[in-house]
T-cell receptor, first 116, second 108 residues
Framework: GAVVSQHPSRVICKSGTSVKIECRSL??????MFWYRQFPKKSLMLMAT?????????EQGVEKDKFLINHASLTLSTLTVTSAHPEDSSFYIC????????????FGDGTRLSIL | EDKVVQSPLSLVVHEGDTVTLNCSYE??????LLWYKQEKKAPTFLFML????IEKKSGRLSSILDKKELSSILNITATQTGDSAIYLC????????FGKGTRLHILP
């Protein structure tokens, strides 16, 4: 199998709080993990590519100081939403891909973030 | 600009019917096309297609890629209520680009 675990599944917090989301590949190693954001009734939008042992690659328009990514091991990437505001409320989903050619991305269950 | 277009956007059929979902793409440096099923949470992987004309099959679901037409179809035969979901097509070029999905609803 290829299981990706994402935690927490839901977060509700006050404006100005920083929130950390974890993404773990449970039964495989993933040099590369990905962070997506999904708005209601919209498709997934790639925010950044997380690379183990090096800096993340951010998509155009995504603030790297706002969305801090750390990929400290081959099975764990974290996304920290710093000083979150209501406009950061969204569904955040991570994915991981086994190393090697032509491997699909496997997704975590997502984190619904609500900033009051 | 790269894009992935799925059709129809939504579909309602009766249990037992067969459905065909479409995906067309314009993506630079195409590597693969993937189908995912999304229910309440995150997408679950169905198929990855890299070569034209080779059908991938899993139970009642099957999919095929046509690189000449830059398209793919996902077929579901003998549909069941549990097939109700959003089906996402994604194409990997420089990154994984998703279509908007087809929302499929199966009536009992």
């Amino acid at each position: 199998g290829a299981v990706v675990s994402q935690h927490p599944s839901r977060v509700i917090c006050k404006s100005g709080t920083s929130v950390k989301i974890e993404c773990r590949s449970l039964d495989f190693q993933a040099t590369t993990m990905f962070w997506y954001r999904q708005f209601p009734k919209k498709s997934l939008m790639l925010m950044a590519t997380s690379n183990e042992g090096s800096k993340a690659t951010y998509e155009q328009g995504v603030e790297k100081d706002k969305f801090l990514i750390n990929h400290a091991s081959l099975t764990l990437s974290t996304l920290t939403v710093t000083s979150a505001h209501p406009e950061d409320s969204s569904f955040y989903i991570c994915s991981a891909r086994r190393d090697g050619y032509y491997q699909p991305q496997h997704f975590g269950d997502g984190t619904r973030l609500s900033i009051l | 600009e790269d894009k992935v277009v799925q059709s129809p956007l939504s579909l309602v059929v009766h249990e037992g019917d067969t459905v065909t979902l479409n995906c067309s793409y314009e993506v630079t440096n195409f590597r693969s096309l993937l189908w995912y099923k999304q229910e309440k949470k995150a997408p679950t992987f169905l198929f990855m297609l890299t070569s034209s004309g080779i059908e991938k099959k899993s139970g009642r679901l099957s999919s095929i890629l046509d690189k000449k037409e830059l398209s793919s179809i996902l077929n579901i035969t003998a549909t069941q209520t549990g097939d109700s979901a959003i089906y996402l097509c994604a194409v990997e070029g420089a990154a994984l680009l998703f279509g908007k999905g087809t929302r499929l609803h199966i009536l009992p």
